[in-house]
């Protein structure tokens, strides 16, 4: 008995736990509108399309715990790359599966040793040398992918959106990633030399922390995880489009900052990521059901960014 | 020594204006006819309200803060230009539609008609911009955050005005800004009056300096007595006026509005403020540059279909730009220690 | 002292703690119209602290009187403007991206309107004129672009500059600092002038020479008090150089104990002597405590790093064998993490001999944390509690466990006794010593005497220079303030 109330204060100390707590509310209020029909439905498509934004999110959260000014504007961008280029390597073909992932991947890898070239070589401050990279390779995905519109393997899109049930599988594969990554930022070494960089750069330089190898890692990481994005988006929405990484910019910041996680670096936890990914679509099914245009969707989804990160910033000034 | 520092810092600032004296002289090398009053009007129509965007995202700058969302605050001005600016409350979709339906009368009081309904939201959104700065200040935020997030509720409230594409300019915004001036054509001295005028407003007032001096110091400026929560606010409200001068030209010259219209210009505003010899950090930043990295973004645009690039790559050629750029400045920086 | 009129500004009493340090003990001050007064003292003596609270930086406890009216509890930086109290801080408060005229501006607000980049351009030009002829600084140069001399002289001639306001007490803290020797005698000339015409100026500085030269009345302090003031004529350097010195000289025994042999054991670390300065090498032996002395800020700190980065590396002119861990002096910029625990701030830089598999060994760390708590005694129930739950000294006694609990051969001391009550200090002295005889090597930079005399081997730097060497035996307090103090004219 005694263990129960320390159990729960540990949890509500939490700091993901209120993007859960959200989502379900959000959750809550949506059937409540449709007197509980479809609330089953609402959750498969809410794990459904909240799976993509926590891939991204990983790399994103692992970037922004760098410490100030760390962030990845070029997510997008990459996604529409790995994308075209991965469907146009499959060529639709089953057994080229393998080989369109790997392809993904490399453009992951490929465009985060880019924009670390550009941090660490140009001295260029990460936010424009992502951007300006962003720019580059949005290009490229488009000069590549322009007029075609190749289908993806069958089997490919057959496994992304694969449901045991109810519960799409490829959610199953990303909570099994988030929780691996969790693990990663917690419990090695690499994990920590991250944290401790963000709270303090030059702390952790003369601890002996390598720090140019462990920003290039989460950089490079944060790249290939928008390659892998791009390759199971493309294979779920039947193709790869040029406009498929647009909403991944903002959804992949928001993410971190709603998932308890601290947008100054050096505190942060992936388990928020979902609870946070949950939340946003929740958010967007509810006011749709409620019959609320796209002009609403867009002002709440921002409104409720602000709002979040002030009463971070609360909490912050309180402690 | 105080030569070869000399020598390095004018090229820095000469890196702007060179990059597009060789982007012209590509220009008429390889397309001559576009050197000419219409030539340039065509090329450099889009230049102004782009001006515009960049000099509000520079005043950002200036205070170490970044603006994600000028480029859908331009995309809600344009909106409110085409609607509330032109026509007053009478023009707005949702309201036309109700006296479709028959619900309102069709001649509306003229209190539903008066363009000042326009003027007054456009000045509401240049308080927000204030009152950003001072939460982003007073809470200690990243802008990037608090911007991003800002980026949605101009879009949010950018489609409530305007679902479809459509409303219309106000006439006197249109032949503005197609106005037929002697000689010179009409962007070329709208560009250099934006550039004057930013210039004397940040450059050249004495509370400009101080604007100036909370980027590069703010702590010195706080112990000589400024508000930094003044020179915040301020900033973000120039921010604001500027991005709203932007809608409104954009309008002009595309005559009706779009939510979606002006996506593009948070990327190239911030482009434009580095091409210009702008930076980062410290409140080093330079009107007149600004206005020529806008015009230099602009032209790399027409340049690249005189070379018979694809459109697909304008975006590209403005990120390479913008690297390329950032590179030659490393380099001279570097030269520079070394002596 | 100086006359008979009631001072600009005197202190009575006044007080000042930071958390457990008390930099100010009842400092009593007076500062008259008409004179110099040179204020010397050595590192951490409070000359900072008195300086700040002139200046109306922070509040005090204690009396202050301004024009004979007692405004302690409201001084602030616009009472101390207002009534022409000004003040050259040794970080430059200038906005390096504006010009020499724009940061007149923003110390004046009275220039604004039309023509105020003239009016501002000639106040400061003319000020310059006045205090170094033939400056060579134009009103439109970007600070930052100016060399650090140039800037200090045109931060200088900014205090001096009047508008509205009056100037009538300049403090000046260390302002030759980046001047050559003509520019300071400009400056010092200045400072008589300045004075005879009914200023006042309190000269921080560590050249005594200045000191004796310019002021009128001389202020010694030492622990945050004000030891010796008088007239400047009753001092040579070696009387000066003795009053900063400590009264009595204990632990005279400590002093006397015989030198270790130094070529005994292999170095563990070498810096080639800098060849310009021609000056003597660094060499630290295994087992060995070498102590880096002379004045704060004389390059011991960066001479650290060089060291740290350089090991592990082919770098040129620095040999280090075997690992090295860094002790950090400035616990916020260089040591904590602050979001963390103790333990993980002490584990951090042995996370890698703690893995099982690839995950951190969370026994193993538990264990280490246990341990360090144990041998170096920090105070607190559960070593999980955040890191700044702790004071000061705690934490600092926490980076030690994090430097002496790595493996690392060689450990870097960056004057790591900071604001560390003199408890902590013996357990922690005492530590040293026993890892020392073990075989570790100790690279401590301090600027106190007590500390130096636990080291084998004293290296003085000046100007980002050794400039005298001391074995155990010949070190006294007298060589190493010689040495820190000497001056080139």
């Known amino acids: 008995m005694n263990a129960e109330p320390g159990f729960i204060r540990r949890l509500v100390a939490k700091p993901w736990l209120w993007a859960y707590v959200a989502a379900a509310a959000v959750w809550l209020v949506t059937i409540l509108f449709t007197g509980g029909r479809g609330g089953g439905e609402v959750l498969t498509a809410a794990f459904t399309f909240a799976t993509f934004s926590v891939i991204v999110g990983i790399g994103q959260l692992y970037v922004v715990t760098l410490g100030p000014g760390n962030v990845d504007l070029s997510i997008p961008a990459t996604i529409t790359l790995a994308g075209a280029v991965a469907t146009k390597v499959m060529d639709t073909q089953d057994g080229l599966i393998l080989v369109g992932l790997i392809v993904a991947l490399a453009c992951g890898v490929a465009v985060g040793c880019f924009n670390y070239a550009l941090i660490i070589i140009l001295r260029i401050p990460p936010i424009i040398a992502t951007l300006s990279s962003s720019f580059l390779i949005q290009s490229t995905a488009i000069a590549y992918g322009r007029g075609i519109r190749i289908k993806p393997p069958a089997a490919l899109a057959d496994f992304t959106t694969a449901q045991v049930l109810g519960m799409p599988v490829l959610a199953l594969c990303v909570i099994a990633l988030a929780a691996v990554m969790e693990i990663v930022l917690r419990r090695t070494v690499y994990g920590r030399w991250v944290t401790a960089i963000g709270q303090n750069m030059r702390a952790a330089r003369l601890a002996g922390v390598n720090v140019g190898r462990t920003r290039f890692t989460a950089y490079v990481m944060s790249a290939v995880f928008a390659g892998l994005c791009g390759y199971l988006l493309s294979g779920f929405s039947g193709g790869s489009s040029l406009s498929m990484g647009e909403e991944y910019l903002l959804t992949s910041i928001a993410l971190v900052v709603i998932g308890g996680s601290s947008v100054a670096g050096g505190y942060s936890n992936v388990p928020g990521l979902w609870g946070a990914a949950l939340f946003l679509f929740l958010v967007v099914t509810m006011l749709n059901t409620y019959g609320f245009g796209a002009g609403l969707r867009y002002l709440s989804t921002g409104l409720i960014i602000i709002a979040v990160i002030v009463a971070a910033s609360a909490r912050k000034a309180t402690r | 020594m105080n030569g070869s520092v000399l020598s390095a810092r004018t090229l820095r600032n000469l890196l702007p204006a060179l990059s597009l004296l060789v982007l012209l002289a590509a220009i008429f090398y390889l397309q001559p006819r576009a050197i000419s009053y219409v030539g340039f009007n065509l090329m450099l129509n889009l230049a102004i309200p782009i001006a515009f965007a960049t000099i509000a995202q520079m005043c950002v700058i200036t205070v170490n803060d970044l603006d994600l969302s000028i480029g859908t605050y331009v995309g809600f001005v344009a909106c409110i230009g085409a609607t509330l600016l032109s026509g007053g409350i009478g023009a707005l979709p949702f309201i036309k539609d109700l006296q479709a339906s028959g619900a309102l009368p069709a001649t509306l009081p003229w209190i539903m008609n008066t363009p000042l309904a326009g003027v007054l939201v456009l000045l509401m959104g240049i308080g927000v911009y204030a009152l950003l700065g001072a939460l982003i200040h007073l809470r200690n935020l990243p802008s990037i955050v608090v911007t991003l997030g800002m980026s949605f509720v101009w879009l949010g409230l950018s489609v409530l005005v305007l679902p479809v594409p459509g409303g219309q300019a106000p006439g006197w915004i249109k032949s503005l800004m197609t106005l037929k001036t002697p000689f010179i054509p009409f962007p070329i001295i709208a560009a250099v009056v934006i550039a004057v005028a930013a210039h004397i407003l940040i450059m050249k007032t004495s509370y400009g300096a101080v604007l100036r001096g909370a980027g590069g110091n703010p702590k010195a400026i706080e112990r000589a007595g400024w508000s930094l929560l003044k020179v915040k606010m301020a900033m973000f409200a120039l921010a604001g006026f500027f991005g709203m001068l932007a809608g409104l030209s954009l309008v002009g010259l595309t005559t009706s509005g779009d939510a979606n219209i002006a996506l593009r210009y948070t990327l190239l505003s911030i482009a434009g403020v580095i091409l210009g010899g702008g930076e980062f950090v410290g409140g080093r930043i330079s009107p007149i540059g600004a206005v020529i990295g806008a015009a230099t973004l602009t032209l790399a645009g027409s340049f690249l279909s005189f070379m018979r690039i694809p459109p697909d790559w304008q975006i590209g050629a403005q990120g390479a730009i913008l690297i390329i750029v950032l590179a030659l400045r490393t380099l001279i920086d570097r030269a520079e220690k070394r002596r | 002292m100086a006359s008979a009129a009631t001072p600009i500004i005197s202190l009575n009493g006044v007080e000042k703690s930071f958390g457990a340090v008390r930099a100010l003990r009842g400092v009593d001050l007076a500062c008259h119209a008409g004179e110099c007064i040179g204020l010397v003292g050595h590192n951490g003596a409070g000359k900072s602290t008195l300086m700040n609270l002139l200046a109306g930086v922070f509040p005090a406890e204690g009396r202050i009187e301004v024009d004979g009216k007692d405004i302690a509890s409201r001084y602030s ?413």
């Open chain 3, 77 to 489: 930086v616009a009472t101390a403007q207002a009534h022409g109290i000004r003040c050259v801080f040794q970080e430059l408060s200038l906005c390096p991206n504006l010009t020499v005229a724009e940061n007149a501006r923003i110390m004046h607000a009275s220039l604004r309107g039309f023509g105020w980049r003239k009016r501002a351009g000639k106040l400061i030009l003319d000020k310059l004129d006045e205090v170094f002829p033939g400056h060579g600084i134009s009103a439109s140069d970007i600070v930052g672009d100016l060399p650090i001399a140039r800037r200090q002289m045109v931060e200088i001639a900014r205090a001096f500059s009047v508008t509205t306001a009056p100037a009538r007490l300049v403090i000046l803290d260390e302002p030759t600092s980046s001047l050559d020797a003509h520019l300071a005698s400009q400056l010092l000339a200045y400072v008589r002038s300045f004075v005879a015409k009914g200023g006042c100026v309190v000269l921080i500085s560590h050249l005594l020479g200045e000191i004796l030269a310019a002021g009128d009345r001389v202020v010694v302090m030492k622990d945050g008090k004000v030891v010796v003031e008088r007239p400047a004529a009753d001092f040579n350097r070696t009387s000066l150089v003795a009053a900063m010195g400590s009264v009595a000289h204990d632990e005279g025994a400590n002093a006397a104990t015989a030198d270790t042999k130094r070529s005994e054991t292999e170095p563990r670390v070498r810096v080639a002597a800098d060849r310009q300065a021609g000056g003597p090498e660094l060499i630290a032996h295994q087992g060995e405590i070498v102590g880096l002395a002379g004045l704060g800020g004389q390059g011991q700190s960066e001479m650290l790093i060089r060291i740290f980065d350089a090991a592990g590396k082919n770098a040129r002119n620095v040999t280090v064998v075997g690992g090295v861990a860094l002790v950090a002096g400035d616990r916020q910029t260089d040591g904590v993490f602050p979001l963390w625990s103790i333990a993980e701030n002490i584990t951090i830089s042995s996370l890698r001999r703690m893995r099982r598999g690839p995950l951190i060994d969370g026994a193993a760390t538990e264990a280490m944390a246990e341990d360090w708590k144990q041998r170096i005694g920090i105070r607190t129930p559960d070593m999980n509690n955040p890191i700044l739950s702790l004071s000061g000294g705690n934490q600092q006694k926490a980076l030690f466990a994090r430097a002496l609990g790595s493996d690392a051969q060689t450990v870097l001391m960056d004057d790591p006794m900071r604001g560390v009550d003199i408890g902590t200090k013996q357990e922690v002295y005492g530590m040293i010593r026993a890892e020392a005889e073990a075989g570790r090597t100790f690279l401590w930079y301090t600027t106190e005497m007590d500390e130096l005399k636990h080291c084998d081997h004293v290296y003085v730097f000046r100007d980002h220079h050794i400039v005298a060497e001391l074995s155990r035996s010949e070190l006294t307090e007298e060589k190493v303030l010689h040495a820190s103090f000497a001056e080139v004219a």
